[in-house]
């Protein structure tokens, strides 16, 4: 009985060391992302492979709003509008410059400021304030982008200069490896600051933020972090978007795309990155299905408005069959294999 007391105990307390072991390291899913995605882009048709593309560059911004939202607890409606921000300061840069790499760095560095002023005001907000505050700046960018239309060309928008591939290599292809190379760093990034103590301190802010002051947590410090890191991720999305369209105007950005995010990441899994890129697929796959529906109806008022009726109802039912997200069904799937 002595003996089967002790092996039971002593499987309990390996148990621990054993979840530690089985979890992989970011860097080996990465790497074999970034495999699968270069061998996909060879057997992918062009238009299959734009669309490839596009999913890398909505992760993005689902990783770094999934981060902001699921991990924080702060809800933003404005990230359609920082997403414009990298869109139109790439714009500018590169047309001037014609330099991608830095024109890139130029757009993320903007958004981020941009993020950093939001989140300093944010920080001071809770629930529907701070939803008024983000939502109040996504329907001001096409307000600036009107006042301002000597540099932004208002509703017409801006084209972007960009350099062509190398010959070999074909334009949605391209487009495919610079996206998902984009992708994969963010989430890299991501998934390594989440593991550590900023993680612990976001979701410590999350839970409790009586109990994380307590702790010695600096709320409003980690809150304006947490705004700041999901800006720069939106910044990278609205360059890379730039670069797909390798066009910028104000209807590329409309207050839906920010309310799609926010339910992109629900449907995904609140928290998880994995669950952000179930959302960046959902991005693309539910617009196209609804606009294949409403071009097959011939109605263009049902075209319009269909793809946020089937967001809706996709979430109602996810929500239903799985509160968790998406990314639950596979978490709860390996919780019973291992048991």
């Known amino acids: 009985m002595t003996d089967v007391r002790t092996k039971d105990a002593v499987t309990a307390a390996d148990a621990p060391v054993t979840a530690r072991r089985r979890r992989v390291h970011p860097v080996i899913v990465i790497a074999v992302g970034a495999v699968l995605v270069i061998a996909l882009t ?84 809770r629930g529907p304030y701070l939803a008024g505050l983000t939502l109040a700046v996504a329907t001001v960018v096409p307000s600036v982008t009107s006042t301002f239309d000597e540099t932004f060309n208002s509703d017409q928008g801006l084209s972007v200069a960009l350099d062509p591939p190398p010959e070999t290599v074909p334009m949605e292809q391209w487009q495919a490896w610079l996206c998902w190379g984009a992708a994969l760093v963010v989430v890299l990034l991501l998934a390594l600051l989440v593991r550590g103590r900023f993680g612990r301190d976001l979701r410590a802010v999350r839970d409790d933020e009586t109990a994380a002051k307590l702790a010695g947590v600096d709320v409003a410090r980690t809150q304006v972090l947490a705004f700041v890191v999901s800006a720069a991720c939106a910044g990278v999305a609205g360059a890379l978007f730039a670069v797909l369209a390798q066009s910028v105007s104000p209807g590329a950005f409309p207050l839906t795309l920010s309310l799609f995010l926010l339910m992109a990441i629900v449907i995904g899994g609140l928290g998880s990155l994995f669950g952000a890129l179930w959302g960046a697929v959902l991005l693309v796959l539910l617009p196209t299905l609804s606009q294949s529906v409403g071009e097959s109806t011939g109605s263009q008022r049902l075209e319009g408005n269909l793809a946020l009726v089937v967001f809706g109802v996709v979430l109602v039912v996810v929500m239903l069959a799985a509160p968790g997200g998406l990314a639950s069904i596979r978490m709860k799937t390996r919780f019973r294999r291992n048991r």
Not at 57 to 73: I, K, M, R
């Open 42 to 125: 060879y057997v992918l048709p062009p238009f299959r492979n734009y669309q490839l593309a596009t999913v890398g560059a909505y992760l993005c911004v689902t990783a770094g709003l999934t981060v902001l939202t699921g991990l924080n607890g702060q809800l933003s409606l404005g990230h359609g509008a920082l997403m414009a921000t990298g869109a139109y300061t790439l714009a500018l840069t590169q047309n001037k410059f014609l330099n991608l790499p830095l024109s890139f760095a130029v757009a993320v560095l903007g958004t981020t400021v941009v993020g950093a002023v939001i989140g300093l005001a944010a920080a001071r907000l």
